[in-house]
């Protein structure tokens, strides 16, 4: 059985590495890896497939970057040509990305079976690019691979077949515990930064309608300024947000105030999440990871597709376009206490889900 992988940015690593790792355990599934190349930078692309031992790719598509029109149209092209060459049995996607978007697209049309992981999360904000190609993505997947309780119910609610369906939890939640350990043993990161554990806040501000509105960049940012003149805050910065504080003349005065590190690994990633005594971010996988780690979030968005750990307490929304009401939300939480337990995620074990079921669909 042949299995296509289309991955290409950050976090679909993470995710794949779970799944690749257990379809290692049989000699009749064989994985060929397309990496789109939509993130190319080494901290944003090589450092993972080394850390996390992913096998190199089969197909190094060097897309890059581009309007949401141009990258995925480049992508939609070249995916074609391999899976015209490959055959596979099914196509392998994972998450919301455009790359995701192009895998979908390209397999479909040539009638291969779609699966898709981490299907069925909706924002319904269809101003996100994710919420769209989610919502394409999972319309035309064959196989749809659901995280959470919440994702099930939002694919019914869509119409669509719940034999399709498979509640099999987060496969993040499998990387956080299969890779937890080993980032306390190996990372020095906090010794490399001068950080001592929960004394400083971590950070990760990436989402296009944050970075590339300015108003909206500023007012994210003044208002972390102003908290980082009482507690550090460490922020590893996505090369979009470099590149919009850039070009708003903000990343000087940024930098003074807020400890900008690059982009960094995943196991140094953990590190910091783990003791941090706050998170702040817009990322899906970050949010997720602060629970894991039983740190409280704040997460400047409107809206959360993890609706769980908003009504666990984990995590409190802030909308991010009041500089004022960003700063004081920051500091109620910094004093809130811990969210409740449960165990929204799954038992870790999603990627064997997936894999037993991949086989018994193919075999
Ligand atoms: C993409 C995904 C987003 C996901 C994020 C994970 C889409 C529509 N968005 O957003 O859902 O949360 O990845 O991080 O697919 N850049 C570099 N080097 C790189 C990669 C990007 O400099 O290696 C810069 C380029 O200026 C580029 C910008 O970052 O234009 C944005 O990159 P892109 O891949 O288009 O979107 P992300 O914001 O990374
Ligand atoms: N991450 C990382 N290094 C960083 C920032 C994030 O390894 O400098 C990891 C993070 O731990 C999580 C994933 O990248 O597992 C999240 O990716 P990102 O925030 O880029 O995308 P999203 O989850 O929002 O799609």
Redesign the pocket.
């Known amino acids: 059985m042949k299995i296509v992988t289309i991955i290409g940015?950050?976090?679909q690593f993470?995710k794949a590495a779970t799944v690749s790792r257990k379809l290692k355990d049989f000699n009749d599934m064989k994985e060929i890896i397309v990496h789109t190349g939509q993130h190319y930078d080494d901290n944003m692309s090589d450092i993972f497939f080394k850390e996390l031992e992913i096998p190199q790719p089969d197909y190094y598509l060097g897309i890059g970057s581009g309007s949401h029109g141009v990258q995925t149209a480049h992508m939609l092209e070249k995916i074609e040509d391999v899976l015209i060459k490959e055959k596979p049995d099914v196509v392998l996607i994972y998450?919301d990305t455009n790359s995701t978007l192009a895998g979908t697209l390209a397999a479909s049309k040539l009638q291969i079976p779609v699966a898709h992981v981490e299907a069925g999360l909706r924002s319904f904000n269809r101003k996100m690019p994710e919420e769209i190609n989610r919502i394409v993505a999972d319309h035309v997947s064959d196989l749809l691979f659901a995280p959470t309780k919440v994702a099930v119910n939002n694919l019914i609610n869509e119409g669509i077949a719940e034999d399709r369906i498979y509640y099999v939890g987060d496969v993040?939640f499998d990387a956080a515990i299969f890779y937890g350990e080993k980032a306390g043993q190996q990372s020095k990161i906090l010794e490399t930064l001068d950080l001592k554990p929960k004394e400083y806040i971590l950070s990760?501000i990436?989402r296009a309608y944050n970075t590339d509105i300015p108003e909206r960049l500023k007012t994210i940012f003044n208002a972390l300024c102003k908290i980082g003149k009482d507690i550090t805050i460490v922020m590893?910065l996505?090369p979009r947000t470099k590149a919009a504080l850039l070009r708003e003349g903000l990343y000087e005065k940024v930098s003074e105030k807020l400890k900008i590190i690059e982009?960094?690994?995943?196991l140094d990633?953990?590190k910091l999440?783990k003791n941090a005594k706050l998170i702040i971010t817009d990322?899906?996988?970050?949010q997720k990871?602060a629970f894991f780690y039983k740190v409280l979030c704040v997460t400047l968005r409107e809206e959360t597709e993890w609706v769980e750990l908003v009504d666990l307490g984990w995590n409190y929304l802030v909308p991010p376009d009041c500089e004022k009401f960003i700063e004081e939300s920051i500091r109620k939480v910094l004093n809130a206490p811990h969210g409740l337990d449960a165990e929204p995620y799954g038992d870790g074990k999603a990627a064997e889900k997936i894999v037993k079921v991949l086989r018994k669909y193919l075999l």
């Open positions: 940015t950050r976090p993470i998450g993040m990760t990436h590893p996505h982009p960094v690994g995943y990633m953990v999440e990322s899906g996988g970050v990871e």
